[in-house]
């Protein structure tokens, strides 16, 4: 399995309470830390009217799913795992 690449395309899904889900689409841009925890970053689509192009951080322990519409391959690409926060 591929890790989550920098430029994938997905669809988030959060969960704000008991019965709702959250939706959050577009293009996934890295893993940001937020105090202790980490969020995972992305750049909303054209799905979200005004808010299109807006990054949005989703709190990565409130994420119920993530739906994967485009891997972006980083095949060729040397990891730096060394001194990075997560890769």
Do not use: W
């Not at 959250?22 to 202790?36: D, I, K, L, M």
């Amino acid at each position: 399995m591929e890790s989550l690449a920098l430029g994938s395309k997905c669809v988030v899904y959060v969960a704000t309470s008991r019965e709702d889900m959250q939706r959050s689409s577009g293009t996934f841009c890295g893993f940001v830390p937020v105090g202790e925890d980490s969020s995972i970053c992305i750049v909303l689509d054209d799905s979200h009217g005004e808010l299109s192009g807006k990054i949005r951080l989703i709190p990565t322990n409130v994420i119920v799913a993530i739906d994967v519409i485009e891997m972006r391959s980083e095949k060729g690409k040397k990891e730096n795992i060394e001194g990075s926060y997560y890769g």
